[in-house]
């Protein structure tokens, strides 16, 4: 199926581009993770997370919603192809918050493409940390993004994407640089969505860039403004009819009133 291309950019909120260079990968990756939040609400809503490109590009595009990693990237994925870029699917495993001797689910979809020669990763679907430019694979050097500084370092035969967050650097994910063909994907994303133990289904996590170097995150009850020097304030949300409203007002995620999202983490408190 070919993308939409015209409604995917009035999306985003950009005039389309169409050359396949680094400039317009760096416009695209940009707006997109400040347009279409990450987001797993269908997940505790019970809804099936659909992997066909059209159901993506109507849900992410026509219904103005958000999605996880595997709804993001493909749907990127189809956009570069549509545009020329002759993007591959890489695998990887999401280390945010995980110590090295753990192994987690390979359960991650990025972007590869080669530009200039040279081998670049674009991600619009990890969450408060989606790099919001493209990153160099074929160096351990530091790479300012609009957000924090990153970095591809590797270690024993696998790589890191890291993330600088104050003076740390902090793993976002793993990689081995192998495909991610479209059977695994919809494995993965039957893990994802459905299986108990995916984190996914245990708390509720939405997520989007802002243009100034800020992230805007919810996890749970609390939202969190952080902007680009690393301060942050959070406003613990006193209800789900408040989240309805930050969702549509700070995320443009619209939902009927009276809408709940159940998990174990989301633990309103009793009213007396």
């Known amino acids: 199926m070919a993308v939409d291309l015209h409604a995917y950019f009035a999306r985003i909120g950009i005039a389309p581009v169409h050359e396949p260079t680094r400039a317009t990968l760096d416009a695209i990756v940009a707006a997109h993770i400040a347009a279409i939040p990450f987001e797993n609400l269908d997940v505790l809503l019970g809804t099936p997370i659909e992997l066909e490109p059209a159901a993506i590009e109507a849900k992410l595009v026509g219904r103005r919603r958000g999605g996880y990693c595997f709804e993001h990237n493909t749907l990127l994925l189809h956009v570069l192809d549509a545009l020329g870029f ?38 619009v679907g990890v969450g408060g940390l989606s790099p919001t430019c493209s990153l160099r694979l074929d160096t351990s050097e530091p790479q300012p993004t609009p957000h924090e ?32 063909p479209e059977i695994d994907r919809i494995v993965a994303n039957w893990y994802t969505s459905a299986h108990p133990g995916s984190h996914f289904k245990s708390r509720l996590t939405v997520a989007r860039a802002l243009p100034d170097g800020g992230r805007l995150t919810i996890l749970n009850r609390e939202l969190t403004v952080r902007r680009r020097d690393g301060t942050a304030d959070t406003h613990e949300l006193r209800g789900p009819d408040e989240l309805i409203g930050v969702l549509a007002e700070r995320f443009g995620l619209a939902f009927p009133a009276g809408t709940r999202f159940t998990c174990p983490a989301l633990d309103w408190p009793t009213a007396s």
């Not at 696998?158 to 902090?170: C, E, I, N, P």
């Open 149 to 180: 500084t990153r970095r591809i370092v590797r270690d024993d035969g696998r790589w890191f994407h890291q993330a600088l967050l104050g003076d740390s650097w902090v793993d976002v994910c793993e990689f081995t640089l192998e495909e991610m």
């Open 86 to 123: 002759a993007p591959r699917p890489y695998s990887a495993r999401v280390r945010i918050g995980r110590a090295r001797d753990y192994t987690p689910a390979r359960t991650h979809l990025f972007v590869g493409v080669e530009l200039e020669g040279r081998p670049w990763l674009a991600d």
